[in-house]
């Protein structure tokens, strides 16, 4: 697992969000402001991964303020039919730990809650981009590899297409 001790932790120190950020249900969407070119990490534990093992100075964050809702099937005498529902509480924190269990795993310190979580992008990449360069850094990775044996790679891969650009 690779040493985070002598680095700042890079959720304490992420930027608040320069404006406010559109709903996007896309990734792979970029968000333009005067700040830069950002993409919105998702709450799943690998894209919390990327967006901490680049740098801390790319990182931002914005308070989460929409009602997220989550697909329910009912089955029942008059058949089956899909209803959408608020997310809980309960809903939220297994997300939450699931991406923390995560990155406890991989040797990073948890993520904290409530906020929407950003990265800024080097102007003249996507998100396509940094996916196809941290695939083919860890490709040759054995396919049952423990995720921390990827982020020296990783972290590597990202240092790298931030720092020429």
């Not at 102007?123 to 360069?133: F, G, Q, S, T, Y």
Request: proline share 8%.
């Amino acid at each position: 697992m690779g040493d985070t001790s002598a680095a700042p932790n890079a959720w304490a120190t992420a930027a608040p969000f320069p404006g406010s950020p559109p709903d996007i249900s896309d990734r792979r969407h970029t968000i333009d402001t005067p700040a830069g070119r950002y993409w919105e990490l998702s709450e799943s534990g690998w894209d919390a991964m990327l967006g901490y093992l680049a740098s801390p100075a790319t990182l931002a964050r914005y308070g989460e303020t929409r009602q997220h809702q989550v697909e329910v099937k009912v089955s029942d005498g008059s058949g089956e039919r899909t209803l959408f529902v608020p997310r809980t509480a309960d809903d939220q924190a297994i997300i939450d730990e699931a991406a923390n269990s995560y990155l406890r795993d991989v040797g990073l310190p948890e993520r904290p809650t409530g906020y929407r979580w950003f990265q800024r992008l080097p102007n003249d990449l996507i998100v396509k981009d940094i996916d196809e360069a941290v695939y083919a850094a860890i490709k040759h990775l054995p396919l049952d590899h423990h995720p921390a044996e990827a982020v020296p790679a990783i972290r590597a891969v990202l240092e790298e297409l931030y720092r020429e650009r």
